[in-house]
């Protein structure tokens, strides 16, 4: 079965400091991975995706994910921190034959003004 | 405006008693999904739907029943036999087709208590 870890539960920055949140999965195959964010008392909703081609992906609000398939992960970056960045954030990873998703713990991400 | 309402936001249950979470939408997406959601344990998928008149048990499906009776509505009936039914209840839904189109749009949630 798939898995998928996040081994940061709690994050406390400053405003303007650089974030790298960690995600690591455990299938072999075909991946389609995902980051999704829940800021306080709104929907989950997705920052960024990857299924194929450049590692690299960018998303909403100046977030960045590297796919390194020898690694099995799938870090989530953005170079400043904003106070309002202060969310939950759920790595996730597809299961390709019921097409749900898998999802991590989950990191909270505190920022301080 | 398009989406996804669960509705109540706010839940009580009894001993004993069964109680439904309701789930519309109106993206016109094929596949729908019920997500469990407790504090350090993440997102667990309960069941879901593909299409009309079909469903899945997900991991936790235990003490849970859905229909699916029409292609917007994706009710989720937490029964007396769930012993722990406190959570946030999420519900999502996608399109069916291309993988790289299939991206799951997600409720607001009900946050359910046991009295």
């Known amino acids: 079965a798939q898995s998928v870890s996040q081994h940061n539960h709690h994050v406390i920055l400053s405003e303007a400091a650089s974030l790298e949140l960690g995600c690591n999965y455990s299938?072999?195959?075909?991946?389609?991975l995902f980051w999704y964010v829940q800021y306080p008392g709104q929907h989950l909703q997705l920052l960024l995706k990857?299924?194929?081609?450049?590692?690299l992906v960018k998303g909403i609000k100046g977030f960045e994910a590297e796919f390194i398939k020898s690694k099995f992960s799938f870090n989530l970056r953005k170079p400043s921190v904003q106070w309002s960045d202060t969310a939950e954030y759920f790595c996730?990873?597809?299961?390709?034959?019921?097409?749900?998703?898998?999802f991590g713990s989950g990191t909270r991400l505190q920022v301080q003004p | 405006d398009g989406g996804i309402t669960q509705s109540p936001k706010y839940l009580f249950r009894k001993e004993g008693q069964n109680v439904t979470l309701s789930c519309e939408q109106n993206?016109?997406?094929?596949?729908m999904y019920w997500y469990r959601q407790d504090p350090g344990q993440g997102l667990r998928l309960i069941y879901y739907?593909?299409?009309?008149?079909?469903?899945q048990k997900g991991d936790i499906a235990e003490g849970y029943s859905v229909s699916r009776e029409k292609k917007e509505s994706f009710p989720l009936t937490v029964t007396s036999a769930q012993k722990n039914p406190t959570a946030f209840y999420l519900c999502?839904?996608?399109?069916?087709?291309?993988?790289?189109?299939?991206?799951?749009?997600f409720g607001a949630g009900t946050r359910l208590s046991v009295l």
């Open positions: 999502a839904s996608s399109i069916r087709g291309n993988l790289a189109k299939n991206i799951q749009y």
């Open positions: 990857y299924f194929s081609g450049d590692p």
């Open positions: 739907s593909q299409i009309v008149n079909d469903f």
């Open positions: 299938y072999g195959g075909t991946v389609n």
């Open positions: 996730a990873v597809m299961n390709t034959g019921r097409r749900a998703l898998t």
């Open positions: 993206l016109n997406h094929d596949a």
